[in-house]
T-cell receptor
């Protein structure tokens, strides 16, 4: 299975709150899991990424939690700010097969 | 000022016409990619190129063609055979020729929104 299922489709969070976006995959051959941030009218930009041998990775206010047994990973944005309002995509990379599969995206809105 | 340039930002074409989208990078990256983005869907890979004069089909290559005659340029032609060409098209590049390496990062251009009337 090559799909990556992302939820929720849209999310509204109050300023200062925690934003959580979830992704699930089927193919255990995926070996890299990046998250991208996209602002309207712009191309996506790499935000943070994790390998499956690590359970958590933190960069500033952004944390990826990875559950290998459940084949799920999530993005947590702490102290969410209005500037974080964007669409977020998870992805899964199967490097030896030159495959990258993107989730369908989550539109995040942070209310001031 | 290094980066990826896509032009034009908006493009309108009549049904049945071929159209070529431009992608230029001055990052000296070996690999380049074309993706298609539709509302409510993730990005889908059309073509990628790891080196000049070589390119590979992605997941949705039908109805598209590419060329890679120069390292910095990777134009995409949307042909009349593409059934539903209206979409947002994104070009990306990465440093290494080994496309989809876990140690490599793809940098995206600003995109071209193509509308076929």
């Amino acid at each position: 299975q090559q799909q990556v299922k992302q939820s929720p489709q849209s999310l509204i969070v109050q300023k200062g709150g925690i934003s959580i976006i979830n992704c699930a995959y089927e193919n255990t051959a995926f070996d890299y899991f990046p998250w991208y941030q996209q602002f309207p009218g712009k191309g996506p930009a790499l935000l943070i990424a994790i390998r499956p041998d690590v359970s958590e990775k933190k960069e500033g206010r952004f944390t990826i939690s990875f559950n290998k047994s459940a084949k799920q990973f999530s993005l947590h944005i702490m102290d969410s700010q209005p500037g974080d309002s964007a669409t977020y995509f998870c992805a899964a990379l199967y490097s030896s097969a030159s495959k990258i599969i993107f989730g369908s995206g989550t539109r995040l809105s942070i209310r001031p | 000022d290094g980066g990826i340039t896509q032009s034009p930002k908006y493009l309108f074409r009549k049904e049945g016409q071929n159209v070529t989208l431009s992608c230029e990078q001055n990052l000296n990256h070996d690999a380049m990619y074309w993706y298609r983005q539709d509302p409510g869907q993730g990005l889908r890979l059309i073509y990628y190129s790891q080196i000049v004069n070589d390119f590979q089909k992605g997941d949705i290559a039908e109805g598209y063609s590419v060329s890679r005659e120069k390292k910095e340029s990777f134009p995409l032609t949307v042909t009349s055979a593409q059934k539903n060409p209206t979409a947002f098209y994104l070009c990306a590049s990465s440093i290494y020729g080994g496309a989809f390496s876990t140690t490599d990062t793809q940098y995206f251009g600003p995109g071209t929104r193509l509308t076929v009337l």
